[in-house]
């Protein structure tokens, strides 16, 4: 019997490895990513500056941490629809797409930092920044050519977590949730 419990804890323990470090009503541990960072449009030029997570405060965000890969983009891609679909206000909802550059398939930079520059000109209000290090995933212990979803309150505390595809409750749950934060948020300017 003892064998059988030991067995099973040890064949945990991977996993356990993999889990990410987010806590339920805690900030993010801080990120700076200062090799490429946060995209900035003006006049169609893209720029790119330093970006830190204390900036997440002041707005409902959902954060989607993702490998620069298609497979990871398509694991997501519902909950990134329905946030669209949703039409959150803006003045107290932002989304945040961080691209780990350093978790994509050789060759493939340029195209992919194509394809966030053409999405920060599609949806200027959206915060994109590219992780070229893949600092984020090594300090919030994300997995590996995977999506990470992150919803935080406008205190920049997180409220829910998710590594990997997101069924379709899970989905309108979040949505429903990014509503009552938008809400409160709303209420208490």
């Known amino acids: 019997m003892t064998r059988k419990i030991v067995a099973v804890l040890l064949s945990l323990i991977p996993t356990l490895a993999l889990a990410n470090n987010f806590v339920i009503g805690q ?16 006049d169609d030029h893209i720029s790119y500056r330093p970006w830190e997570s204390q900036s997440l405060v002041g707005k409902v965000r959902i954060i989607q941490y993702i490998a620069g890969r298609s497979s990871a983009k398509k694991q997501n891609g519902d909950m990134i629809k329905a946030v669209k ?13 961080i691209v780990n550059a350093d978790d994509e398939l050789f060759g493939t930079g340029l195209f992919v930092q194509g394809k966030i520059e053409k999405n920060q000109r599609k949806y200027p209000w959206a915060q994109f920044i590219i992780d070229n290090d893949g600092r984020g995933k090594a300090l919030w212990q994300l997995p590996p050519a995977t999506s990470t979803i992150i919803v935080t309150d406008e205190q920049g505390k997180v409220q829910w977590e998710k590594d990997g595809p997101m069924t379709d409750d899970q989905v309108n749950h979040v949505i429903q949730l990014l509503r009552e934060l938008i809400a409160k948020a709303a209420h208490s300017r």
Request: net charge negative.
């Open 27 to 42: 900030p993010l541990k801080p990120l700076s990513i200062a090799d490429k960072g946060e995209l900035l449009l003006s």
């Open 85 to 97: 679909a949703a039409n959150l206000p803006t003045a107290d909802f932002q989304p945040v797409t």
